[in-house]
């Protein structure tokens, strides 16, 4: 039997509710166990034992076949079940596209401000952190703007893009401490090395992203502390023989972590194959969703800082035809990955929940199936159809 973690502050008020999930082959996040049990203290995970060794004590839950994996994380998520985060910066908000992301596997997630006035991030800002802890599956946040490049502005309002600046960098490491994990993504152009490392030394993770920059200028950015990269392809200078731009600097650059948008529609699969393959290590692929309202809802259309974006086929665009986030889920970005980009099941999970959990700096306690870990669980049909999910123990069928 695996010995038992000391069990962090989540799962102090529920310890002593023990319970072994059985019945399914678990796949811990590097190998899989056939007969494996996991054994649930609370919110906190005791350990993976055999099936037929339970120790006493625990009340057994029997699973119908299928695979026990990490709950999935997903870093960019600007809504969901209706509703969008810069529409509304509360609790209710960040609670519907929890609930609504919850079905679809994702046992933790950033809500996504994209670039908005001061004013408006500032409430996303206290909004995130009195949701941590609170409101189940809201990791912290990601601010993806305003310190973008008005030359590669997607969907984002350019006039709202600005140079990061000291006093921007104090207010981002202040609300860091208030959210707990932050994701930050810059443009290249508008954040000079020097500030990109005053935030990574607070504990900023920043992903660059939004940028037209030059290869060297991006390695630079990796250098000065960058650990990711925001939708890979996406809304950033691309791959060329002779300058091979931020696209080829996240694929050079080992330690970058590259998100991807695994739908078909963003990236040619044949370009993500590539990418995959070129890819140095350590840092990896891995997915997100970029979702929209229309995630876990039934609209066709919806506003977005007063424009009509529409639905379609799986796609959303602005009517000049910009793509405007996604209506992508990350149980469906998984299945893509392991059948269309050929990665299988175990590197798909992997790519929705120990890669993004590594790259946020939470791997220690979510992203896998072990010891101390938190009881963040996603049960899976053998199609990676999602049946159940765990948040810090707390069941929900899908």
Same mark, same amino acid.
């Given at each position: 039997?695996?010995?038992?973690?000391?069990?962090?502050?989540?799962?102090?008020?529920?310890?002593?509710?023990?319970?072994?999930?059985?019945? #399914?082959?678990?796949?811990?996040?590097?190998?899989? @166990?056939?007969?494996?049990?996991?054994?649930?203290?609370?919110?906190?995970?005791?350990?993976?034992?055999?099936?037929?060794?339970?120790?006493?004590?625990?009340?057994?839950?029997?699973?119908?076949?299928?695979?026990?994996?990490?709950?999935?994380?997903?870093?960019?998520?600007?809504?969901?079940?209706?509703?969008?985060?810069?529409?509304?910066?509360?609790?209710?908000?960040?609670?519907?596209?929890?609930?609504?992301?919850?079905? !679809?596997?994702?046992?933790?997630?950033?809500?996504?401000?994209?670039?908005?006035?001061?004013?408006?991030?500032?409430?996303?800002?206290?909004?995130?952190?009195?949701?941590?802890?609170?409101?189940?599956?809201?990791?912290?946040?990601? $601010?993806?703007?305003?310190?973008?490049?008005?030359?590669? @502005?997607?969907?984002?309002?350019?006039?709202?893009?600005?140079?990061?600046?000291?006093?921007?960098?104090?207010?981002?490491?202040?609300?860091?401490?208030?959210?707990?994990?932050?994701?930050?993504?810059?443009?290249?152009?508008?954040?000079?090395?020097?500030?990109?490392?005053?935030?990574?030394?607070?504990?900023?993770?920043? &992903?660059?992203?939004? &940028?037209?920059?030059?290869?060297?200028?991006?390695?630079?950015?990796?250098?000065?502390?960058?650990?990711?990269?925001?939708?890979?392809?996406?809304?950033?200078?691309?791959?060329?023989?002779?300058?091979?731009?931020?696209?080829?600097?996240?694929?050079?650059?080992?330690?970058?972590?590259?998100?991807?948008?695994?739908?078909?529609?963003?990236?040619?699969?044949?370009?993500?194959?590539?990418?995959?393959?070129?890819?140095?290590?350590?840092?990896?692929?891995?997915?997100?969703?970029?979702?929209?309202?229309?995630?876990?809802? &039934?609209?066709?259309? !919806?506003?977005?800082?007063?424009?009509?974006?529409?639905?379609?086929?799986?796609?959303?665009?602005?009517?000049?035809?910009?793509?405007?986030? &996604?209506?992508?889920?990350? #149980? %469906? %970005?998984?299945?893509?990955?392991?059948?269309?980009?050929?990665?299988?099941?175990?590197?798909?999970?992997?790519?929705?929940?120990?890669?993004?959990?590594?790259? $946020?700096?939470?791997?220690?306690?979510?992203?896998?199936? %072990?010891?101390?870990?938190?009881?963040?669980?996603? @049960?899976?049909?053998?199609?990676?159809?999602?049946?159940?999910?765990?948040?810090?123990?707390?069941?929900?069928?899908?």
């Amino acid at each position: 039997m695996a010995s038992a973690a000391p069990v962090d502050r989540d799962a102090v008020a529920d310890r002593g509710r023990r319970v072994a999930l059985v019945g #399914a082959t678990v796949f811990d996040g590097t190998r899989r @166990h056939p007969r494996g049990a996991v054994l649930l203290d609370g919110a906190a995970i005791v350990g993976v034992v055999r099936d037929d060794e339970l120790p006493p004590g625990y009340a057994v839950t029997r699973l119908d076949g299928g695979v026990l994996a990490p709950g999935y994380i997903d870093a960019q998520v600007n809504g969901g079940g209706g509703v969008l985060f810069n529409d509304a910066q509360d609790a209710a908000t960040l609670a519907t596209m929890a609930a609504a992301h919850r079905r !679809f596997g994702v046992t933790g997630l950033l809500p996504t401000l994209i670039t908005a006035a001061p004013e408006t991030t500032a409430r996303a800002i206290a909004a995130a952190a009195a949701a941590v802890g609170t409101i189940p599956g809201v990791l912290g946040l990601h $601010l993806e703007g305003p310190h973008l490049a008005p030359a590669r @502005h997607g969907v984002h309002r350019a006039e709202l893009m600005r140079p990061l600046r000291d006093p921007d960098v104090d207010s981002l490491i202040a609300a860091r401490v208030a959210v707990g994990t932050l994701l930050v993504t810059l443009a290249v152009e508008q954040a000079p090395p020097a500030l990109i490392r005053r935030l990574a030394d607070g504990a900023v993770t920043v &992903s660059l992203g939004h &940028s037209d920059a030059r290869f060297d200028a991006a390695r630079a950015a990796f250098a000065a502390g960058a650990r990711g990269v925001t939708h890979l392809f996406n809304a950033m200078s691309p791959l060329r023989h002779r300058e091979p731009g931020l696209v080829g600097a996240a694929l050079e650059e080992g330690a970058a972590w590259c998100g991807i948008i695994a739908d078909g529609h963003h990236a040619h699969p044949a370009a993500l194959r590539a990418a995959l393959r070129a890819k140095r290590g350590p840092g990896r692929l891995f997915l997100v969703t970029d979702a929209m309202s229309t995630v876990g809802g &039934s609209a066709t259309r !919806f506003l977005l800082d007063d424009r009509v974006v529409t639905r379609a086929g799986g796609v959303l665009t602005l009517a000049d035809g910009t793509l405007a986030g &996604s209506d992508l889920d990350m #149980a %469906a %970005a998984v299945r893509y990955a392991a059948g269309e980009l050929a990665v299988g099941q175990d590197e798909a999970l992997r790519m929705a929940s120990l890669y993004p959990a590594t790259l $946020l700096g939470i791997v220690a306690r979510r992203g896998r199936i %072990a010891p101390g870990m938190v009881a963040d669980l996603v @049960h899976l049909d053998s199609a990676l159809r999602v049946r159940a999910t765990w948040v810090g123990g707390r069941f929900e069928a899908a």
